[in-house]
């Protein structure tokens, strides 16, 4: 007997129906019957196909697998749905597109589905409720963001990456130390005007005390100081 939403997919030419109302044949595709697809809920060897599902607020957010499963010509999520209270949100997907999907929706119960060419159907109905991170503007207020100038620059004894910093502040000099050392040789940071959090707590490491935080952006290759394209004085507050 079908359900309502019941995936069924054809094993000879692929066709997919999603039964959308209950009669009293059967499906019946090239020939043969329809194979009626089972949600699987727990995952199989190495495979990372359970929808992992986030709230925050009313947004909610999805990836198919821990890690994101695989979007290859051969091997790929074809779509994920979202059902809330009965009613069914879906984003088709291809390959080389990123197995995710975003959504914003009011108070109901949750459960998500993903459809994998290869291996099937996948449901999860477990949700992370994640804290909202934005901050107000008072909050924004706190942070201290100072323009500093390197004017010396040496490795840190006993780490790959780190870089002992001193920085000149307005009229102070600070020490500062940065993860930053596979990026940058020292001297190619002498003289550069910088971004820093002037009023992080200090900290220490590796004996010795860091009096601020670098700014810097990072990908999966390479990292980039946040640098000052214009001469301006050093400890002016960014606002």
């Avoid at 089972?38 to 599902?53: A, N, R, T, Y």
């Avoid at 100038?149 to 780190?162: M, Q």
């Avoid at 002992?164 to 020292?186: C, H, S």
């Avoid at 009023?199 to 935080?213: F, I, K």
Wanted: charged share 30%; net charge negative; glycine share 8%.
């Amino acid at each position: 007997m079908n359900q309502i939403k019941q995936i069924c997919k054809c094993n000879i030419c692929g066709n997919v129906v999603e039964v959308l109302h209950i009669g009293t044949g059967e499906l019946i595709c090239c020939g043969q019957p329809m194979e009626k697809m089972v949600e699987k809920i727990q995952e199989e060897g190495f495979e990372k196909h359970l929808p992992i599902i986030e709230k925050r607020g009313n947004v909610v957010k999805i990836k198919v697998g821990e890690v994101l499963h695989p979007m290859e010509d051969a091997h790929f999520i074809e779509w994920i749905e979202v059902i809330v209270d009965g009613v069914s949100y879906r984003k088709m997907l291809k390959s080389g597109q990123s197995p995710e999907m975003q959504i914003e929706i009011g108070e109901g119960d949750i459960s998500v589905r993903s459809f994998c060419n290869v291996h099937g159907l996948w449901k999860s109905a477990k949700v992370s409720e994640v804290e909202d991170k934005k901050i107000n503007f008072a909050q924004f207020e706190k942070i201290d963001l100072r323009i500093a100038k390197i004017i010396d620059a040496v490795a840190l004894d006993g780490s790959d990456k780190l870089l002992k910093l001193n920085v000149e502040v307005g009229d102070e000099t600070r020490q500062i130390l940065a993860g930053i050392g596979k990026f940058y040789k020292p001297e190619e940071l002498i003289g550069k005007s910088i971004v820093i959090v002037a009023n992080l707590e200090p900290r220490m490491l590796l004996g010795q005390e860091s009096q601020g935080m670098v700014l810097a952006a990072r990908d999966e290759q390479n990292l980039s100081v946040l640098v000052v394209d214009k001469s301006i004085t050093s400890g002016i507050k960014i606002s």
